[in-house]
């Protein structure tokens, strides 16, 4: 890391006289007495109903109050508070309330069954939940097993109105540590539940940064990122870096659909729209004279992160926005973007840009050296950097493995091309991507297990046109169980309840035996060379297929 470089950023973020700081008050108190104060910080779309307008002194008073009921509470400072709330005003506020108080936030998305849930409070031993009176019928099915989670605070309750109403404006922040932990969200690998990634405060300065320079974003921009902060997306580029920026920011509680989309950018004269290559895709076989009914004259710059972005996404934006999407590549751990088409950067269809300039990325062959141009290897990045991921809950070993010879190892392989540009290849293991959502195979195969009369899994991602990948699963049931429509039908549903409605596989084959290695692991290689017609390649390990 370039330290003299961050030195001199370290003017840009506030601190308190004392040299401590709390990314809740950069993010938010800092516009108190100043002249954000009355200016709109949130424009709230629900799915159904009237636009809500949140002024950046709303949201100072609303974190403050939810700080004092926190705080009232019991909470302190390192204590674990999760967020499982469908994107309203009230997730983006307890957000920054949970902060302000000392705690680490963690986020869910309101998509996740009863197992996810469990996982996610057992490993943070979360103290305290807030949720909607709907959701939280999934917190109650697991709470019996939870000891450590104290209080589910439901926000659309009568008696939790009446809390907010008489908690006070007035909280005073809990001064924190660069190094001390701010926030925290589960991501999955390819083996073993989700692991916590864990952030620090210092890492705001970086993602400050990252969106002034990648998202180019101006103090009279409307701004909508189309991400749920169940994803480190909607919590780094939706709620930190825009607000501390003093951006008005677009939040749209619904679900996906183009027409409204284009609505909201129009109504709002969006300026800055950050989104995601499925929902790209989707907006893309909706046609070009959908688009045409809209005023979209005031979008002026397009981005966009989660998954590759094909050539084709861009070519359309240009015709129809008259300007292309700009690719960002990050991780959950990378806690900031790192490799991007950053609008000076002429763009290349289909490589994912340029690393920042105070990133080092490089590719690696096998044998652990620089790879040649155009040959494909690991990416890995120089760390450190003030956002990278400070640990993994409770799993050093799992931290430690991300890092060989003094580099981090992102999992992913790409490729640098003689003008620096990186492309990406895939995935270096076998986590997927559906619709830009990182999901395990072994949480998917654990589900699938958990159904009666069935005796193995083993789940793959498949390529898909519209969603980049899709999950496909391959199911060994008993042999008096009979495979039929009906039972995948039933396997489907039980994935979405037990583990989210978005990791549930779209194609499900029944076979009678899985290929594994002598140790017993399944081989998911196998399993995607058969599903791609390819050759299954070097099969000695294997039992027997
Ligand atoms: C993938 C996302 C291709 C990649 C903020 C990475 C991408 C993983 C891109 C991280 C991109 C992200 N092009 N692939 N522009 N951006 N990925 O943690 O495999 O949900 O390792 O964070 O998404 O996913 P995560």
Redesign the pocket.
Known sequence: MNQDFWNTKNGTISYFPDGSLNIAYEVLDKHLNAPNRNKTALIFEPENGDTVLYTFLDLIKLSNKIANILTNLGVVKGDRVFLFLPRIPELYASFLGIVKTGAIAGTMFSAFGESALKDRFENSEAKIVLTTKELSARIEQVKNRLPKLEHILVVDEENFKQQLEQASEQFSIVHMNSEDYAFMLY?SGTTGKPKGIVHAHGGIIQQKESAKLVLDLKDDDVYWCTADPG???GIVYSILANWSLGITTIVYGGRFDAQIWYQILAKNKVSVWYTAPTAIRMLMAKGDDLVKQHDLSHVRFLA??????NPEAIIWAQKVFGKPFH???????TGSIMIANSPTLEIKPGS?GKPLPWMNANVFNQEGSQAQVDEEGDLVLHPPWPSIMRTVWNNQEKYDSYFKNGWYI???RAKKDKDGYFW?VG?ADD?I?TS???VGPFEVETALIDFPGVVEAGVIGKPDSLRGEIIKAFVVIKPEVKPSEELKEQLKEHVKKYLAGHAYPREIEFIDKLPKTRSGKIMRRILRAKEMGQDIGDTSTLEEY
Do not use: A, H, N
């Not at 966009?304 to 972005?309: F, K, R, T």
């Open positions: 991501t994803w480190v997306t966009s992160v989660g998954e590759p972005l690719d960002t590549w990050w991780q959950t751990e994912m992102t999992g992913d990406f995935r986590v991507k830009g959502e990182r």
